[in-house]
């Protein structure tokens, strides 16, 4: 008789239920000596031997379907990252396009949240000039310069104008108008030169092309100014309109900032013109302001093919983010070099003022008022105002904080401001409120952390402010809608390492 022969006979002794027992018991785990196990030994039934078999297989199965769908999510999710990471880059790469590479050597890096220095300049490469010259830098000059002072800590952006025309010594380059700098060598020296007149340190730049300009107001919806005077020059800038408030489109904003004849009457034309195209871009970033960060970024996303930057869109959004609590009203500080005109030599250059001009740029850098006197600024009763309600700024009173005002029941009522420290405690049984509420009171400007109240039974929510933080806490509840009447200093026992402490309360959740 065969091997196999024996094979079959022996396992035909047993039934199958007797073979998946024994397959069952030689799969069981033993303990103790070997050899020996530690207990009773039995037959299982089919039940005890069949079906664990199963389960492990379905278990089997159902492991590697869980670990499929975790790693489809983590591969959803690295997709998205990439997507976004490539729109950011995308943007970036639009804004630094046409940014040449000295000018990182001009411009000093200041700390996160300090106040800089940024140079604007307006510069007409329109496609008539450029097919005229060619498209080479040394074949343009900047129309505008704006020196602007960015203070996110005091809530103010300083635009200061250098008319084109001022007269300035370039060195080997000898005396000559200070927007010829653009044609000798480009942006970055540009940037050297304003940064030695103006006495500061330059952090950031920015090019406008006009050519581009309407496509920026017209991107964001229009802009809103108010007049105090008739603009009519329909002979070299185009426009017709009357004195009052008006909605403004692309095509009449880009009119409204190269007109001067419209103010022959008022003499210094140039001037006035500075003086709009500070108002007009004072307009459009109150205007993008008034955008949630998303939004914003894709209206930079929009405008990067008409603007040239050192800035990237996370800094842009970042840094507007730091300014939502601007006020449009008092928020902006408007001025222009002190200059006298002279004729030397058949051409006509603006020869500025050393003594007031140092004196203006120690206010600015101070963080006030170009002007110390509403007097200084002789353009003031006929350009277009940059607030609502056609306040302006630069007059000397208007930019002073509002006083207190005494509220009904004698005491006086703080301002909201939107810093300082705030611990959100989440005293409601939803999960991840505090969480949400930090986010939101980070993106207002505030320093949040989220924690856990140690009850989760308060029905309102209420704002506590530590020390003198009571401007702090009224932002607070601002930004969260809480009312002002559930403000209150901090007498509960919350932690005093925090400006404010916020206890979420169900009306939260």
């Known amino acids: 008789m065969t091997a196999a022969e024996q094979a079959r006979r022996s396992e035909s002794r047993y039934s199958r239920e007797e073979l998946s027992a024994r397959a069952y018991a030689a799969e069981r785990p033993r303990s103790g000596r070997q050899g020996v196990s530690s207990g009773p ?55 630094t ?58 809530q103010h952006v300083t635009l200061v104008s250098i008319p084109r025309d001022t007269l300035v010594d370039m060195d080997e380059h000898g005396e000559d108008k200070i927007n010829a700098a653009y044609s000798f060598g480009g942006a970055a020296y540009m940037v050297e030169v304003v940064s030695d007149f103006a006495g500061v340190d330059i952090s950031q730049y920015a090019e406008i092309d006009f050519e581009q300009f309407t496509s920026i107001v017209d991107t964001i919806g229009g802009i809103e100014v108010t007049l105090p005077i008739d603009v009519v020059d329909e002979v070299y800038a185009g426009i ?35 003086a709009n195209q500070r108002a007009v871009i ?55 070099t002190p200059t006298e005109s002279e004729y030397i030599n058949n051409v006509w250059y603006e020869i500025p003022d050393e003594v007031a001009w140092r004196k203006m740029m120690e206010r600015v850098d101070a963080g006030e008022e170009p002007y110390s006197d509403a007097s200084q600024d002789f353009t003031a009763d006929a350009t277009i105002s940059i607030g609502e309600g056609g306040n302006k700024t630069g007059d000397g009173t208007s930019n002073e904080a509002p006083e207190q005002a005494p509220s009904t029941d004698g005491e006086t009522t703080s301002e909201a401001a939107f810093s300082g420290t705030v611990l959100v405690l989440n005293a409601t049984g939803t999960s991840g409120l505090a969480g949400s509420k930090s986010e939101q009171l980070d993106s207002a400007g505030f320093s949040s952390y989220a924690d856990n109240a140690s009850s989760s039974e308060h029905t309102m929510s209420m704002v506590y402010f530590n020390g003198d933080a009571r401007s702090e806490a009224l932002g607070v509840a601002q930004t969260l809608g809480i009312s002002e009447d559930c403000v209150a200093e901090n007498t509960e026992g919350y932690s005093t390492d925090y400006d404010v402490v916020v206890v979420l309360g169900a009306d939260q959740a």
């Open 240 to 274: 017709n309109l009357s004195a009052g408030t008006h909605q403004l489109d692309g095509a009449t904003a880009l009119a409204l900032v190269r007109t001067r004849h419209a103010y022959d009457e008022f003499g210094g034309g140039d001037f006035y013109r500075a």
């Open 41 to 95: 030994r039995h037959i299982a039934s089919r039940a005890n031997g069949v079906t664990p078999y199963k389960n492990k297989i379905k278990q089997k199965r159902h492991g590697r379907v869980v670990k499929a769908v975790v790693v489809t999510l983590l591969l959803a999710l690295v997709g998205v990252g990439v997507a976004a990471a490539a729109y950011l880059i995308d943007i970036n790469n639009r804004l």
């Open 282 to 336: 004072a307009a459009i970033v109150r205007k993008i302001l008034q955008q949630d960060p998303v939004t914003m970024a894709g209206t930079v996303s929009q405008l990067a093919g008409s603007v040239t930057t050192s800035m990237g869109v996370t800094d842009i959004v970042s840094l507007a983010m730091q300014f939502q609590n601007l006020d449009p009203e008092t928020g902006f500080y408007s001025g222009q």
């Open 97 to 154: 396009a046409n940014l040449p590479d000295e000018i990182r050597h001009q411009l000093v890096a200041v700390d996160p949240q300090e106040p800089f220095y940024m140079l604007l300049l307006g510069v007409d490469k329109s496609e008539e000039r450029a097919g005229t010259w060619g498209s080479s830098d040394a074949n343009f000059r900047a129309d505008t310069i704006i020196l602007a002072r960015i203070d996110p800590p005091g």
